[in-house]
């Protein structure tokens, strides 16, 4: 069984960051990838990024491709998603999920990650 745990949430004006942090609970912790998404009311839920846990690649959906930074601490089961440079249009409820089976790629799809987090709340004010 893994647990996610999200934090780091929070309201921020336009221009600002936050950092989100996603620790994980487990027997043995070692997925092949960890993505965040992000919903908002009446929205599905939508990719933003992933990592690889080995650190061979991480993908950035367009819209914070150059603002998000995706980073993972191995020895700590913690992963990092700095955000710069927030907009209006980031906000939302960011998940961090897990995905075990390997693949050759970084999964982006909601149906590739087996374990989600509950959830941390990001809003940025105009």
């Known amino acids: 069984q893994v647990q996610l745990v999200e934090s780091g949430g929070g309201l921020v004006q336009a221009g600002g960051s936050l950092r989100l942090s996603c620790t994980a609970s487990a027997r043995t912790f070692n997925p092949y990838a960890l993505a965040w998404f992000r919903q908002t009311p009446g929205k599905e839920r939508e990719y933003v990024a992933a990592i690889s846990w080995s650190g061979e690649g991480t993908h950035y959906e367009d819209s914070v491709k150059d603002r998000f930074i995706l980073s993972r601490y191995k020895s700590q089961n913690t992963a990092w998603l700095q955000m710069n440079n927030l907009k209006p249009e980031d906000s939302g409820v960011y998940y961090c999920?897990?995905?075990?089976?390997?693949?050759?790629?970084?999964?982006?799809?909601?149906?590739?990650?087996?374990?989600w987090g509950q959830g941390t709340q990001v809003t940025v004010s105009s």
């Open positions: 999920a897990v995905g075990w089976r390997e693949r050759p790629y970084v999964p982006k799809t909601v149906d590739e990650y087996e374990y």
